[in-house]
């Protein structure tokens, strides 16, 4: 179970980087945990919850997402539905494969991931509701 401290801070960090990149903002780049390639800036990384899979560490970049041993480039991404009030994502991957995660860092992930694909905050058509977090969010109640 994640501990109610790291929930509230992250979606605090989602709304704060929301506002920053809805203003044309970046997402600021750390110091690499990984190998890099050429150009690429990694932006985060912190354990999640993957539907069928358990909890991986993900690894964000500005061309990868790495969940465990899972990578998906980014050029591969079709559609991400955010469910911030859940703490979850819906990632669809080359239009084969759906990856759906979950934890404190979550929402924030999905707007780093909406700034990297969409230049914006949130999906092309998304219009983000977003109420005070739940003191424990849907999908997380199953994972333990």
Do not use: N
């Not at 945990?33 to 050429?38: D, K, Q, V, Y």
């Not at 932006?43 to 998906?72: K, M, N």
């Not at 780093?112 to 509701?129: Q, R, T």
């Amino acid at each position: 179970m994640y501990d109610p401290e790291q929930l509230l801070a992250g979606f605090q960090s989602m709304s704060m980087l929301a506002g920053l990149v809805e203003r044309g903002g970046r997402p600021a780049a750390v110091s690499p945990t990984i190998p890099l390639r050429a150009g690429e800036k990694q932006y985060g990384w912190f354990p999640v919850d993957v539907t069928g899979a358990g909890r991986r560490l993900a690894v964000i970049t500005s061309h990868r997402l790495i969940l465990g041993a899972d990578e998906y480039p980014l050029r591969t991404v079709t559609r991400l539905r955010p469910r911030p009030d859940d703490w979850a994502l819906t990632v669809d991957v080359g239009g084969r494969r759906t990856v759906e995660i979950a934890g404190p860092w979550v929402p924030w992930l999905g707007v780093v991931l909406c700034a990297e694909l969409h230049g914006a905050a949130w999906p092309p058509g998304y219009a983000p509701v977003i109420p005070a977090p739940r003191r424990r969010p849907r999908a997380l109640e199953t994972v333990q």
